[in-house]
């Protein structure tokens, strides 16, 4: 069985540049979400895609965007960078939408850094 | 809304210490509650999890008891090892509507020999 995968594994940006992070999710689950975690802080909360539609989102601005394929994995990405973007960003996959049970297993996490 | 408070850090222990790690929680409902772990240069991995109150969730050595009445899921571990150094992140988990995780700002535990 295949774990999260993401890529990169690093990245560096000048600000108002655009980025794309890339996650595959585990075998067997349909659900993706992202988070940021900012240096020293717990992750936030940034979207959720199942089936290739948006199916919740945190309290991000709209130039953060991603998008779903078919197979499930996903995309994050993210328009005219800013300095506070610098951050780790996690996927998580799962195998469901909702419910107590759903346990969302994370990838190693993309490190943006931007200058 | 609903939130996690963590125990700040960092709490730095000899090697076979006893580990108390503070979480509460703010929410309505029934939420489940989790703790993961983040090594250095890693992503996170749940330790442990509990879906309802007065469940016992028991993973590696670690414990946390699902308390309603106190809104607490406290991490316990008897005796630490070296290898227990990470970060530690108390998060709670939806009592309804999509699968969004609410996380704690974390604990750094460093564990010496």
């Known amino acids: 069985e295949t774990g999260v995968t993401q890529s990169p594994t690093h990245l560096i940006k000048t600000r108002g540049q655009q980025v794309t992070l890339r996650c595959s999710s585990q075998?067997?689950?349909?659900?993706v979400s992202w988070y940021q975690q900012a240096l020293g802080q717990g992750p936030q909360f940034i979207f959720q895609?199942?089936?290739?539609?948006?199916?919740g989102r945190g309290n991000f601005p709209p130039r953060f965007s991603g998008l779903q394929f078919p197979n499930y994995s996903s995309e994050l990405n993210v328009n005219a960078l800013e300095l506070d973007d610098s951050a780790l960003y996690l996927c998580?996959?799962?195998?469901?939408?909702?419910?107590?049970?759903?346990?969302?297993?994370f990838g190693p996490g993309t490190r943006l850094t931007v200058l | 809304g609903n939130s996690v408070t963590q125990m700040e850090g960092p709490v730095t222990l000899s090697e076979e210490a006893f580990l108390t790690i503070n979480c509460t929680y703010t929410?309505?409902?029934?939420?489940?509650l989790f703790w993961y772990v983040q090594y250095p240069g890693e992503g996170l991995q749940l330790l442990l999890k509990?879906?309802?109150?007065?469940d016992k969730g028991s993973n590696k050595g670690f414990e946390a008891t699902y308390r309603k009445e106190t809104t607490s899921f406290h991490l316990e571990k008897g005796s630490v090892q070296v290898s227990d150094s990470a970060v530690y992140f108390c998060?709670?988990?939806?009592?309804?509507?999509?699968?969004?995780?609410?996380f704690g700002a974390g604990t750094r535990l460093a564990v010496h020999p």
């Open positions: 998580a996959s799962s195998a469901g939408t909702s419910g107590r049970n759903n346990e969302q297993f």
């Open positions: 075998s067997g689950h349909n659900t």
């Open positions: 895609y199942y089936r290739e539609e948006e199916n």
């Open positions: 929410a309505t409902g029934y939420p489940s």
């Open positions: 509990a879906t309802k109150a007065d």
């Open positions: 998060a709670l988990g939806p009592s309804g509507g999509y699968n969004k995780l609410i």
